[in-house]
Every structure is written in structure tokens, then in C-alpha cells.
């Protein structure tokens, strides 16, 4: 297949990218947009690697895309704006003409508590942002704006305007500090070295992770573990010493990624 | 029917020109009135229990013999497809025009169910979508925006073939998803580009994207009826070649002169299942509408695919 995962670092003439300000930090990773056109007879693939964010896609255009995942056999056609749950399968979407979609990309567990519903109940779905945002026309918002910039802009203004009220709790801020150390102790740091610096007992953590974000901490510490290892195979090829990211070797890794992606990483 | 058969029957009636009779002394309404009448007459003299003796012995009338609520969610997924390439599916009725297939293309008659009020039951959903593209361009119900736009439509529809089925596997009645792509000739081959390109993006969407299948590949072979047909064969080939290396093709380019139903380009999509490879689609150049609209520059691209027979296969028992 001839789809294409886009890295954020991988500048392109199609994607555009802007980081938030501080006060929004904590939360967001970054703000993106794709522009990339195509035609019926050459179709745009895109690859999404299994994630533990939600985004929220602001569509602006209008045009139908399929979205399946790698394993079973279904297809969804999609159309119009929506939030985009965490992920822990492949999935490709078509877009046979092309697509225009502004994106906001969240730190795990934070699109819900800006919308107010969990993370998890999105888990590899999608939802109309209609539904789930009613009375907040986002996207009608965002598609009047003449450039990247300016939408920028105004979902910041909209985010900020959320943030007084955004409830957090001890659990949540636990599992937020833990996904930071995940990602950014080195490769090695497991899921014990984590228990002993918050510190909490591994049952605690599990319970705390699950009810956050559905995922087990073990799961999210493999996850982040293989996008940083891929992300330095895309760069660096099989040379890499895959031990300073955390595995055994480049065998570990592959087998990884058959396991998290049911491809190889030369196939993604 | 044997023309012995059909002998035999006019010789029991006393009336050895009864068919020239009907065919050529009457109108097609007249026979028709006429027709009516006699099923009319003969259905009146069916009881229930010898109703349900010929439900039990006709091959035509029998439900499917598959996981309805499975093999639906594969039809919604294959008109996901076909909707998001932007070929509108339709809901086609049971029956199409009498002649359908065999007026504009040399398909037999005799293969398809003839039924009355000038109908025929559906064989082939690309003829009934032709006939359906003919009408909205002669009443200019559809308009291209400029010369070379398409009219793209698709349909997943129930085909009924009368002749006897041979392969495993095979029904008398089955279900074909239809893609059909229609245009004039601008020229330089670009409808045909354009046209088969589409078709197989779509068919590499629904067979490998989404359905799973494994190695999908396609075969273009010449047919005839266009000046050059190699060349249109390695120009669509080229076209799709420089966009994506990710379609296989080949060629056959050997001349078949026995297959007149194409013209210019018919292909197969082929994939593998548990091993062998196996014909799942097949498509091609027709003149249909050339012939409806008494038009040269008329250009119509037919794709069928076998979505029943792809479900029977992946859900085979060994």
C-alpha cells in the first residue's frame, strides 16, 4: 500500500504546524493542518499509527473519506467535522479527492475534559463534533478564517476560553506525570521505574490509567516507546541501535511493531 | 429451448407459424394483452399445493443461502466505497427494459428471464444504468460542466441468469456490484485514462483496502473495435503506471477476435484466495451508449465486480 504516516517533523508543502501557547501547553501538542489535494484516479492514503491522543478535525472542505482498520472489514465513509479517539489499531484513510482539515492535537486524556466526556468511550470511533459539542459551531468558526494562522488563533481563543473550567483530580494528574516520564526518561524506563518516582503502587496506576484513558500503563508506555523508536527508524533505517530505545534489538522492534500495527515498520 | 423442442410445441398446436404470428402480425402491446391473458388463464387453474410444487422445483425463486446481516454490512461497505469515489449508487428496479442486454450487446436473449409489460428481470445492472445515463443525456436531465466531466453511477444489484449453473458455488441469482463511468471522447484516449484509472482505484479500495483480499492484480487485454487497440492498452497502462506503482498490471496484447462484447480494453481483477488465483471482476469499454444516443463521441466504461461470489469464497468452510 502506498499510504504515508506524516510526522510533524517531516516538513511537507502540505502540512502546516503550530505549537500552542503556554497557558494551553499542558494540553495540547500542536495544531496542524493538511492540505493535500488528489484526484479519483490516484487517491490519498494516510496512515494513523495507534495513539493514545484525540484530535479534533475540523473538515474544510466537503468531501467524503473512508477510514478501516488494519485488521477487520469494515469501512466507514466520513464526512464533516469530528472528534477523533485514541487509537490502539492501524488505521488508513482514503481520500479519493484529497483533503483540507484543520487538526488540534491533544495530550492523552485531554480532548474529553474540554468537551466534557471521556477519552476512552472515543476509543478507535469518531464522532460527529456536533454531538458531542452541541451549541459550539467550531467548525463554522474555523472554516470562515482565511488561513492557518488565524484558525489558529481562534481555537486558542476557544480552548482558553474552556480552561476555567477544566476539572482535574489527583488520578488524573498522576497519569498525565506518568505519561510524561514515559516519554521522556529513556527508552529502557519501564513501568515500575514510574511507580517508584510518583510514587504509587502498580494497582493503583493500573486502576488510575484505565479509568483515565482505557488503556493499562503498560500499553501506553509500549505505545510511546514504539512511535519514539519509529519516529528514529524513519530517520536512521535498521542502523539505529534500537537498544537506546528501549529494545532488545532491531528484531525486538520489528516484532513490536507487527504486534501493535500488524505490519512491519518497512510497511507502514 | 432447442428449436426441436420449440417445433414439437408449435406442431402440437396446429399453428406451425404461431411464433410469426405473434412476433410479427401483433404489436409488442398486443402480445403483451394477449400474454396477460393467457398467464391470466393458466394461473387460475393453480391450486396452492401445486403452486408450492413449482416454488420446490424452480431454481429461480429460492431464497439465498447465506448470513443475510453478514453479507449486507459487505454490500454497505463496497457502496461506502463507490460513494466516496463519487459514483452515486442507485437502487435499480427488478426489471429493466425487454432487450436490455441483448439489443445493444451480443448477449442471448434466451439466457435472461423475458417477462412481460415489456421487461425483462435484471441480468445485467450495467445495461439498466446505460439505459438509465441515455435517457438523463437525451432529456438534458444531466449536463456535463464542461466537456470532459464523467457521469459516474453504481449500484449493488441482483442478477438473474437463466442458463444452468456448472461451477460450485455459482446461483442462478447473484449479486454484482456495477460501476459505470460515462463521457464523451475529448481526445488522446483521456476518457479511457481517466475512466479505467478510476475504475481500478476504486476496485484496489473495496478488494485490498478494505475487503482484505489478497494480490490483487489486474489483466488488460485488446479487444476490438478501436483503431488501435495496443496502443489505447498502453496508454490507459502508462497512465495508471506513472500514478501508482502500487496497481499491478499486465498485458495481453494477443488479438481476440471472438470477443466482441468490449471494445478496445476489457480487464480482469484478479485476486488470491487460499492459494489460487480467482477472477473476482471484470470490465471494459462498451458502445452502449453510442448505439442509444446514435453518437460516436459517446464513451461508457463498465466495471462489474462479484460481491457474492467474493463472500461465498471467504467464507468456504475449507
Known amino acids: 500500500m502506498k499510504s504515508q504516516v506524516i510526522y510533524e517533523d517531516e516538513a511537507t508543502r ?22 493535500q489535494p488528489a484526484t479519483l484516479s490516484n487517491p ?55 483533503t483540507h482539515q484543520f487538526l488540534v492535537k491533544f495530550k492523552p486524556g485531554m480532548m474529553g475534559r474540554f468537551f466534557g466526556f471521556p477519552d476512552r468511550e472515543l476509543e478507535n470511533g469518531q464522532v460527529d463534533l456536533s454531538y458531542l459539542a452541541p451549541g459550539e459551531p467550531i467548525d463554522d468558526l474555523l472554516r470562515e478564517l482565511p488561513d492557518f494562522q488565524s484558525r489558529v488563533n481562534r481555537i486558542e481563543f476557544v480552548l482558553l476560553d474552556k480552561l476555567p473550567n477544566l476539572k482535574s483530580d489527583y488520578r488524573f494528574e498522576l497519569v498525565q506525570r506518568a505519561l510524561h516520564y514515559f516519554q521522556s526518561a529513556p527508552g529502557h524506563a519501564g513501568v515500575s521505574d514510574v511507580s517508584r518516582q510518583l510514587p504509587v503502587t502498580y494497582p493503583s496506576l493500573y486502576r488510575y490509567f484505565t479509568e483515565e484513558l482505557g488503556y493499562s500503563p503498560k500499553y501506553c508506555q509500549r505505545l510511546i516507546r514504539f512511535k519514539k523508536a519509529y519516529r528514529l527508524y524513519k530517520l536512521h533505517g535498521s542502523i539505529y541501535p534500537f537498544e537506546e530505545a528501549g529494545y532488545t534489538d532491531f528484531s525486538h522492534f520489528v516484532r513490536e511493531t507487527r504486534l501493535l500495527t500488524t505490519k512491519v515498520p518497512s510497511e507502514l | 429451448m432447442s428449436p426441436e423442442v420449440i417445433e414439437k410445441i408449435l406442431k402440437k398446436t396446429g399453428q406451425p407459424d404461431l ?9 409488442a402491446s398486443e402480445l403483451n394483452s394477449l400474454l396477460l391473458e393467457v398467464f391470466n388463464r393458466s394461473v ?81 445492472a450495467t445495461n439498466a444504468l446505460a439505459l438509465h445515463i441515455a435517457d438523463l443525456k437525451q432529456t438534458g436531465r444531466w449536463k456535463p460542466g464542461d466537456p470532459s466531466e464523467q457521469l459516474r453511477l453504481s449500484a449493488v444489484h441482483r442478477h438473474v441468469r437463466t442458463p444452468m449453473v456448472v461451477h460450485a458455488g455459482h446461483t442462478p441469482h447473484f449479486k454484482i456490484g456495477c460501476l459505470v463511468s460515462a463521457g464523451r471522447d475529448t481526445g488522446d484516449f483521456r476518457f479511457e485514462m481517466q475512466s479505467v484509472a478510476e475504475h481500478l482505484s476504486v476496485l484496489t479500495a473495496v478488494f485490498r483496502d478494505t475487503l482484505k483480499a489478497e494480490n490483487l492484480r489486474f489483466k488488460f487485454m485488446t479487444r476490438g473495435g478501436y483503431d488501435d487497440p495496443v496502443r489505447l492498452l498502453e496508454r490507459v497502462r502508462d497512465h495508471i503506471c506513472s500514478q501508482r506503482s502500487d496497481v499491478p498490471i ?69
Open chain 1, 14 to 35: 502540505y502540512l502546516k504546524i503550530a505549537y500552542p501557547t503556554a497557558p494551553l501547553r499542558p494540553y495540547v501538542e500542536y495544531f496542524f493542518e493538511v492540505l
Open chain 1, 44 to 98: 490519498l492514503y494516510l496512515t494513523g499509527l495507534p495513539s493514545l491522543n484525540g484530535l479534533l478535525c475540523v473538515v474544510l472542505n466537503d468531501r467524503h473519506w473512508l477510514s478501516f482498520h488494519s485488521s477487520a472489514p469494515t469501512v466507514q465513509s466520513l464526512k464533516g467535522s469530528r472528534f477523533l479517539g485514541p487509537i490502539s489499531h492501524l488505521f488508513t484513510s482514503i481520500y479519493p479527492e484529497g
Open chain 2, 19 to 27: 411464433i410469426g404470428l405473434l412476433t410479427e402480425s401483433l404489436s
Open chain 2, 44 to 124: 387460475s387453474r393453480y391450486s396452492a399445493p401445486e403452486l408450492l410444487r413449482n416454488y420446490q422445483l424452480n431454481r429461480f425463486v429460492k431464497p439465498v443461502d447465506l448470513d443475510f446481516m453478514r453479507f449486507r454490512e459487505l454490500e454497505t461497505a463496497v457502496l461506502n466505497v463507490f460513494a466516496a469515489f463519487r459514483f452515486q449508487p442507485q437502487e435499480l428496479s427488478p426489471v429493466s427494459a425487454l432487450g436490455s442486454c441483448s439489443v445493444v450487446a451480443p448477449a442471448d436473449q434466451k439466457k435472461i428471464l423475458s417477462a412481460l409489460r415489456g421487461t425483462e428481470v435484471l441480468a445485467d
Open chain 2, 250 to 318: 499486465t498485458l495481453d496484447t494477443e488479438p481476440a477476435t471472438s470477443n466482441t462484447y468490449y471494445k478496445g480494453l476489457q480487464y480482469k481483477a484478479l485476486i488470491t484466495v487460499r492459494g489460487q488465483e480467482i477472477e473476482i471482476g471484470d470490465g471494459g469499454f462498451v458502445d452502449w451508449t453510442q448505439q442509444f444516443l446514435q453518437n460516436r463521441k459517446e464513451r461508457l466504461m463498465t466495471s462489474g465486480i462479484g460481491v457474492e461470489w467474493f463472500y461465498r469464497l471467504m467464507n468456504q468452510t475449507t
